[in-house]
């Protein structure tokens, strides 16, 4: 797929929007409230979002202090996201939004004034400008998606599913390597119906046998593991599909854990 990259910009810059305006209408006991990532509230899941902002700020425009700073943090542990959210956990819900505003609004222009295919590090495999504003744009979308199902109300409309999916497709092979299993050779086909229009976005060969089929935000709220693939109404044929799509992972770190599929009495466990 092509990278319009001012679409893209102008898609994490939408998705801000929403974030920002929905959590400007809520209560200071909402920041507090647990939501379905296990441990974290929604405080937590904006300073995740701020924090790792910084970090791609400083991979843009410092590579080798952002190699240190990487290393430091990832010699905590696999849980080093959690000790993120702990260290801010004394900000109050002002210091945290004017954090979170004044660091999207920083890297927004700092990726608006780059090269989108110059190569960066990151915490996964280095990625381009344009793969890093796109892994942006997911980690807003899917911290956010907790942030909305904490309120029990919907994602506003996304103009950037288009690119996460592609993300999702794209880490194929990472989220293989990531569980220590070797990358299929088999194809997969992956067509997904957009929101609205109703329009076909696909990738893979078409006379692939192993394929994922259903609308597009399901697929997204999968390889983000905001939803157990049973919980969607994706279409899943053939073994390769099927073990995928039990370890999709968009973004870089541990392998995680997922949410588990719903019980039999409608409720739900949580996992981040």
Same mark, same amino acid.
């Given at each position: 797929?092509?990278? %319009?990259y001012?679409a893209? $910009? ?5 998705e801000?929007? !929403? $974030?920002?305006?929905? /959590?400007?209408t ?7 409230a647990?939501t379905?990532a296990?441990?974290?509230?929604? !405080?937590?899941q904006?300073? @995740? ?8 700020? /400083?991979? $843009? ?6 190699r240190? %700073?990487?290393?430091? /943090? ?11 959210? =702990? *260290? @801010?956990?004394? /900000?109050?819900? +002002?210091?945290?939004?004017?954090w ?12 608006a004034?780059?090269?989108?295919? +110059? *190569?960066l590090p990151?915490?996964?495999p ?11 744009l ?8 907790d942030?909305y199902?904490t ?5 506003? &409309? ?5 690119s ?20 299929? =050779? ?8 957009? &929101? ?6 696909t ?7 192993? #394929?994922?089929i259903?609308p ?9 593991? #905001?939803? @157990? ?9 053939g ?7 039990t ?6 770190g ?7 599929? +719903? ?10």
């Amino acid at each position: 797929m092509a990278v %319009d990259y001012p679409a893209l $910009l102008g898609a994490l810059d939408s998705e801000t929007g !929403h $974030l920002l305006d929905f /959590l400007a209408t809520t209560t200071a006991t909402f920041w507090r409230a647990p939501t379905p990532a296990a441990g974290w509230t929604v !405080h937590d899941q904006l300073s @995740h979002l701020a924090f790792f902002d910084d970090f791609a700020y /400083l991979a $843009l425009t410092d590579a080798d202090r952002f190699r240190v %700073d990487a290393a430091e /943090l990832t010699a905590l542990g696999t849980d080093f996201p959690d000790r993120v959210a =702990e *260290r @801010h956990r004394h /900000l109050t819900r +002002r210091e945290l939004q004017a954090w979170f505003t004044e660091s999207r609004r920083r890297l927004l222009t700092a990726f608006a004034e780059d090269d989108p295919r +110059r *190569r960066l590090p990151w915490f996964g495999p280095d990625m381009s400008v344009a793969s890093a504003a796109t892994a942006r744009l997911m980690e807003t979308w899917a911290h956010g998606q907790d942030i909305y199902d904490t309120a029990g109300v919907a994602h506003p &409309p996304a103009s950037g599913l288009r690119s996460i999916a592609h993300l999702g497709v794209s880490t194929f092979a990472f989220a293989h390597r990531l569980h220590g299993l070797s990358v299929p =050779e088999q194809p997969v086909r992956v067509e997904l119906t957009a &929101p609205g229009t109703g329009e076909l976005w696909t990738w893979g060969p078409a006379g692939a046998t192993d #394929r994922v089929i259903g609308p597009a935000a399901d697929f997204v709220l999968a390889i983000t593991q #905001r939803r @157990h693939v049973a919980d969607t109404a994706l279409t899943v044929h053939g073994d390769v599909a099927t073990r995928w799509m039990t370890i999709a992972q968009a973004y870089a770190g541990a392998p995680g854990t997922g949410r588990p599929q +719903r019980n039999t009495n409608g409720r739900e466990e949580f996992h981040r």
